[in-house]
């Protein structure tokens, strides 16, 4: 049977690193900083993650090493982007070159080796029911992360600085303050999540061993629309392709054609997705400007946010 509780296990699994990275992506788009450097801060985080364990013999250090490096490259993007007014996508796509070379320089410099650092004395993280410790602290984070966004005080600000930044500001809120708070936020799940991946999935550290996870991850995020649970879903549809790959591998197909599953999903979604939203305005009639649905005042998301702004 090709679908199987071991199938779910496997995607349980494979969604974690690209879960804790999308929820990143998520908190920096409602703070209105677009963060495509997931990919990279990822890579950061799974060679800083493997280097700890490997010199302290604790992965737990690691974990912390990890979050730590992570959400200090995520500053270049911080200051790019909000202090300097830069292009977020240019920044975000030079992190994902630079951390490409950087952790591959890092590779010989600190282990003397080249492609892939293995060795069975590495520390890998523990294992509870078939998952890490972080495994389930990514699916808390899903609660977490919408309870805050709706409810707390400083989510509802940070949607209120996304939305409209200088009515935030008018009303005392620093756009940036909260906007560097989100992409920190983000540096450090991205942290935890290459920790996942190179300590919890595997215990190595191997050149771009993220192999387009961030990518998947940004494109997690506008599937999801930046809600915890969409994300979540999402992510969950990405896991399923790879770990239907791996079990296709196994039946025989190529795997260069089974590696390839979850970057065609990612693409069908696009694709889907996109076709959605380009056929809804024609299916709709448009609102006139004296209706109450088209006033500001109407949206929820928008009345609530900025009554926590005020």
Excluded: K
Excluded at 130 to 147: M, N, Q
Excluded at 189 to 208: D, K, P, R
Excluded at 214 to 240: D, Q, S, Y
């Amino acid at each position: 049977m090709f679908f199987d509780s071991d199938l779910l296990m496997s995607a349980l699994r494979a969604l974690t690193p690209i879960l804790l990275a999308a929820l990143g992506g998520a908190i920096c788009e409602r703070a209105g900083v677009f963060n495509i450097g997931l990919e990279g801060m990822m890579l950061m985080g799974c060679f800083t993650a493997v280097a700890t364990s490997w010199f302290t013999g604790s992965p737990w250090l690691g974990v912390l090493a990890a979050a730590l490096a992570s959400a200090a490259y995520s500053l270049i993007l911080a200051v790019g982007a909000v202090t300097l007014r830069g292009d977020a996508v240019v920044l975000g796509i030079a992190l994902n070159l630079l951390a490409v070379g950087l952790t591959s320089f890092l590779l010989r410099t600190v282990f003397g080796v080249q492609g892939t650092f293995d060795n069975p004395s590495l520390a890998g993280l523990p294992l509870a029911g078939g998952f890490s410790p972080l495994a389930y602290l990514a699916w808390a984070a899903v609660g977490v992360t919408a309870l805050m966004l709706s409810r707390h005080v400083w989510g509802l600000r940070l949607r209120g600085v996304g939305e409209a930044p200088d009515a935030a500001a008018t009303l005392g809120v620093s756009p940036s303050r909260y906007q560097y708070g989100a992409v920190l936020v983000s540096g450090v799940l991205c942290g935890l999540a290459g920790a996942q991946l190179a300590l919890g999935n595997v215990t190595l550290f191997s050149e771009n061993m993220t192999a387009g996870r961030g990518w998947i991850a940004v494109v997690a995020v506008m599937l999801g629309r930046a809600l915890p649970l969409g994300v979540l879903l999402a992510a969950l549809l990405f896991g399923l392709a790879e770990a239907a790959g791996f079990r296709l591998q196994g039946l025989g197909l190529p795997q260069q054609a089974t590696d390839a599953a979850p970057y065609v999903v990612t693409l069908g979604a696009l694709f889907l997705t996109t076709g959605r939203r380009r056929r809804a305005p024609a299916s709709s009639p448009p609102s006139s400007p004296s209706t109450p649905s088209s006033s500001p005042s109407s949206s929820p998301s928008t009345s609530s946010s900025a009554g926590a702004v005020s």
